[in-house]
């Protein structure tokens, strides 16, 4: 993609401020409680023709990763609500647990992030889920800790949002390469008139979060590329993990280059909390279930060639708590553009908030 210049770049970065607004933003949906490893989120957000709006996402409690189901209940539901009247309140209209999304003999651990998807004949849901049942590579079993399983990427399809029929489940993404072996928290994608499915990788040995792709075709789930995001250098060398693909509203500035996207990305210097030197600089660092938000651009076909905004900090931190700043998205709406991410509380926890742009705003920041 052509390098954008200093003055394109200062203003997706005031568009990028005002969006994600971490002193204005609203809490959308609380976490089950008001205290460290409860959160809801990972989800995205549609908008039918009648402008009935729906978000997703997991409620997440207490737990450990490491150590499977013996330090809590982890991810714990999958959620779908609905808003009608412009996002001004939300609905719970679905409730799924790890029983329900279950399926051919592997039973679901822990549910992470999701995605819907309205196409012609109703919708589609994409949710990653950790599945028992499955062994690590050969040679690699060790590193399997006992109570865990392999992260997969499922698909259920519905008639709408309200009617998913989970006797549709089917897993539509995985991995056996151990550089790659879990799959999970989808990212859907459209740029230059073609539809894309991103999606988080980890290694069997979980040292980093990476960030791959893959087109949505007629056959479904088609070439997965596990290195087209490389991780940065400085705040995100341990973490680099797509979160949400918006459009730049080709206004101002930009009216020249309709197939410029933002890409919004968590990051981290580390998997795990690192020790600070005394006379260090302090500040948020980002770890796995902390991260921090981050911002680039794409105008390559396949979202290829992604130009990092946010090189050496990260761009999104919260005010409050860890600092924590993640899984953020934005949607193009009849009502401008939407924001939601997970934020750090002071009490730790990670509620989903929202914050609003009208068109009339986003011009003006881009002119």
């Known amino acids: 993609m052509a390098s954008l210049t200093n003055e394109e770049t200062k203003r997706l970065r005031n568009l990028g401020k005002a969006l ?13 409680e008001n205290s460290p490893g409860f959160w809801f989120g990972s989800g995205n957000l549609v908008e ?11 409620y997440r409690n207490y737990g450990d990763s490491r150590t499977g189901l013996h330090a809590g209940e982890r991810g714990m539901e999958l959620a779908i609500f609905r808003s009608r009247n412009g996002g001004e309140s939300f609905d719970k209209i679905a409730s799924y647990s790890k029983a329900e999304l279950s399926h051919h003999g592997h039973d679901v651990v822990s ?30 079993e060790s590193f399997q800790k006992e109570g865990t399983g392999k992260w997969t990427i499922d698909l259920v399809r519905g008639s709408s949002p309200e009617r998913l029929d989970l006797t549709t489940i089917s897993t539509v993404l995985q991995s056996e390469d151990p550089r790659f072996l879990h799959v999970k928290d989808p990212v859907l994608a459209e740029h230059a008139g073609e539809s894309y499915l991103a999606f988080c990788t980890h290694p069997f040995n979980w040292a980093s979060s990476n960030s791959g792709i893959a087109r949505l ?50 990051g981290g210097e580390s998997m795990r909390d690192l020790d600070e030197h005394k006379k260090a600089v302090r500040r948020p660092r980002g ?15 396949g979202l290829r060639d992604i130009e990092r905004i946010s090189t050496y900090l990260p761009e999104f931190v919260s005010p409050t708590g860890s600092g924590s700043s993640r899984y953020i998205q934005a949607f193009h709406t009849s009502q401008g553009l939407l924001a939601f ?27």
Request: aromatic share 12%; proline share 6%; with cysteine.
């Open 111 to 140: 549910i992470e992030g999701s995605a819907l998807r309205l196409v012609p004949d109703g919708v589609e849901f994409y949710v990653s889920t950790e599945k028992a049942g499955y062994s690590y590579p050969e040679g690699l």
């Open 287 to 301: 770890y796995s279930c902390e991260e921090l938000g981050g911002y680039a651009v794409s105008e390559a076909a």
């Open 217 to 266: 075709g007629e056959e479904g789930v088609e070439s997965p590329d596990f290195t087209f995001f490389p991780r940065g250098f400085a705040w995100d060398v341990g973490i680099s993990r797509i979160t949400g693909v918006t459009a730049v509203p080709p206004v101002g500035s930009f009216a020249g280059r309709p197939n410029l996207s933002l890409v919004f990305y968590d």
């Open 20 to 32: 994600i607004d971490q002193e204005r933003a609203q809490m959308v949906v609380p976490a089950k």
């Open 48 to 58: 039918d023709k009648d402008g009935t709006l729906y978000i997703c996402g997991r």
């Open 341 to 367: 991410w997970q934020q750090s509380q002071e009490d730790f926890s990670q509620p989903l908030v929202m914050h609003r742009l009208s068109m009339e705003q986003v011009e003006e920041i881009l002119s």
